[in-house]
């Protein structure tokens, strides 16, 4: 496992920024997250969709296999699609039973997403509130659903999804964007940053004007990434493709 340089340096000192090889990110992310595990077995971690995070869960189960007790964590994940059934493949409970529960040997029921509940940030203060979240971020500087716009101190809601972001999902239904849902349910930038860790992974040139905007420029609701800054223990783990040094 290796790290690169990187010339970039976030606005925010409590940013930890680890640069890594395409096909080292989510070996150099597990590192983080099993630190996590390692300190609080019985704890809250927050699940991201999407392609980003493959890797890192799959470095996980790695972990596990040589050890790691992974079992008895409870997850939470950032964000659902509305209209889509939670069995549906297509579903984002799917993808964290498949992608993340199974490979951990996390049982169904310490399995959370929004809209199975009334009051989700309730869930999750109830649960001692989340250890460590994961987040991916979006080609235009979303973080779960929140896309830009969304007020820094949003809760768990649900939101119209735009047509940037439909047409990036496409590809998980079939290349239609207009078989993608229009909204979904996400936490909240606020719910986010209320986790006591976060670390992001991000990959390829396609993320990169989002993630170098989020670690460098204003915090505005406009890059909701860039609320990040304003959270004490931030850990990004990048490409040189998604930092613009490509
Ligand atoms: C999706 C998810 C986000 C994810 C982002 C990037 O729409 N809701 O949580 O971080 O978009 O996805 P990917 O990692 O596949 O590029």
Redesign the pocket.
């Known amino acids: 496992m290796s790290t690169t340089a990187v010339r970039l340096r976030p606005a925010s000192p409590r940013t930890r920024l680890i640069a890594a090889p395409p096909d080292q990110l989510g070996a150099v992310a597990a590192v983080v997250v099993a630190d996590f595990v390692r300190a609080q077995p019985n704890g809250v971690l927050g699940i ?6 493959m890797s890192l869960y799959r470095g996980l189960a790695a972990h596990r296999l040589a050890g790691l007790a992974t079992e008895g964590l409870t997850l939470c994940a ?2 659902e699609y509305v209209g889509i059934a939670p069995d549906d493949p297509r579903s984002y409970r799917s993808y964290v039973l498949k992608n993340v529960a199974g490979p951990l040997g996390i049982p169904a029921e310490r399995v959370h997403l929004p809209g199975e509940v009334d009051d989700y940030d309730q869930l999750i203060a109830s649960l001692g509130g989340v250890g460590l979240q994961i ?5 235009n500087g ?4 929140n896309e830009p716009g969304s007020a820094l101190e949003s809760s768990t809601r649900v939101v119209e999804l735009t047509a940037e ?1 439909r047409q ?2 496409a590809r998980y239904f079939g290349g239609d964007p207009a078989a993608v849902p229009q909204q ?1 349910m ?1 936490q909240g930038i606020r719910t986010i940053c209320n986790a006591a860790g976060i670390v992001m992974v991000a990959s390829g040139a ?2 990169a004007q989002a993630l170098v905007a989020a670690l460098t420029g204003p915090v505005t609701s406009q890059v909701p990434a860039s609320a990040l800054q304003l959270h004490p223990a931030v850990t990004v783990v990048a490409d040189a493709a998604a930092l613009g040094e490509e």
């Not at 987040?135 to 080609?139: F, Y």
């Open positions: 991201a969709t999407g392609a980003s995070p950032l964000d987040v991916g971020i979006g080609g979303h973080i779960g659903f972001t990036a999902n979904a996400t396609a993320k």
